[in-house]
């Protein structure tokens, strides 16, 4: 009995895999081959030798010290994961390009207003831009301009620090 | 028990695993064929059953339950091992049958001549000369009593090649427990 789909179908018969038909096919077989019936008896024997076999099988380690191990795993905390923060959205990138770029724009609008109105006034004036932190200030009697640049921008830090870093 | 250990208490999860422990890692062995990554796996699904331990209903024992994962577990390692090693000429051979598929049929009678503890050490050596793909489909099918497309499911493979790995387990079987060579049957 050598043509492998036979082969198959027998062993499918022993479990029990067959529609009826193809069982009773399978048995008309079996009564006219013996060949095949000796296959049958190896393949049911083979399981046979099998059952029981997990049973004997014991685990080597004591239960408490094999336990030991689970409950260290169960108890431990979660893995954090890796504190790398992920890309900032668009608009803060756009933000943070901003704030350079503005102060920029202060300091040239600063340097203009000042030099042709220097002698009009002999007091200090103050101009801030909450949102980007920069400050301006100018002292005419002295004939100079100061600004102040933070960055980044006090508002921003606090927005950030907001951000869950896990996250 | 089960319902104890769902609401988180802890002792009563350890005294399922001391009753379980010898099942869960007595399958892990059979498929794994080596003790300390049996014990690690076995470990490890408890882990796992603890964690997932509000998904169980109930549909089937607890033990039942435990068995599923960490058979999962040992195919994921299995697969991950075999990935690292390449494919014989005999292991090609042994998907389609091999010698085993033209061998006559031999006799195994588990009551004759050996006792239990000899017949289960010959099975032991048998098991680890399959490889584990043959060695799963059986243990899925004889320890566990899959159906053919339950183990193809698990195995991510076509029922044929269940029946054709599970025919060839067998026979190997059968030749390797009555102690025949391949030599003798020519």
């Known amino acids: 009995m050598s043509n492998q789909e036979e082969q198959l179908k027998l062993q499918a018969y022993l479990d029990g895999e067959l529609s009826e038909s193809e069982s009773r096919e399978v048995e008309n077989r079996l009564a006219r081959e013996p060949d095949a019936a000796a296959l049958l008896a190896e393949l049911r024997q083979t399981g046979e030798a099998l059952a029981g076999f997990e049973e004997g099988i014991q685990l080597p380690e004591s239960r408490e010290f094999y336990w030991s191990k689970i409950q260290r795993q169960i108890s431990a905390p979660e893995p954090l994961r890796e504190a790398t923060p992920s890309p900032a959205p668009l608009i803060q990138r756009l933000r943070r390009l901003f704030v350079p770029l503005a102060g920029l724009a202060l300091v040239t609008v600063a340097v203009l207003v000042s030099i042709p109105s220097a002698p009009q006034e002999n007091i200090g004036v103050e101009t801030s831009l909450a949102d980007s932190g920069a400050m301006v200030y100018h002292d005419y009697s002295a004939g100079a301009t100061f600004v102040w640049l933070s960055y980044p921008a006090d508002k921003e830090a606090v927005d950030n620090d907001e951000m869950d870093p896990f996250e | ?186």
Not at chain 2, 9 to 31: G, N, P, Q, T, W
Not at chain 2, 87 to 109: D, F, K, T, W, Y
């Open chain 2, 1 to 186: 028990m089960v319902r104890a250990a769902q609401q988180g208490d802890m002792a009563a999860f350890e005294e399922l695993v001391a009753r379980h422990r010898d099942k869960i890692y007595a399958r892990a062995y059979s498929m794994m064929r080596n003790e300390e990554e049996a014990i690690d796996l076995s470990q490890e699904a408890w882990v796992k059953g603890w964690q997932r331990l509000s998904q169980f209903q109930g549909d089937s024992s607890f033990g039942t339950w435990m068995t599923r994962i960490v058979i999962n577990l040992c195919l994921d390692q299995l697969r991950k091992q075999k990935r690292h090693r390449t494919e014989s000429m005999e292991e090609l051979n042994e998907e389609s049958g091999g010698v085993e598929r033209q061998m006559p049929a031999v006799i195994i009678n588990p009551a004759a001549g050996i006792e239990r503890a000899e017949l289960r050490q010959r099975i032991d050596r048998a098991l680890g000369q399959l490889s584990y793909e043959h060695r799963t489909v059986l243990v899925l099918h004889e320890f566990e009593e899959l159906e053919y497309k339950q183990i193809a499911k698990v195995m991510e493979c076509s029922i044929g090649t269940v029946m054709s790995r599970l025919f060839y387990a067998r026979r190997k079987m059968a030749v390797l427990l009555t102690d025949l060579k391949k030599e003798d049957l020519r």
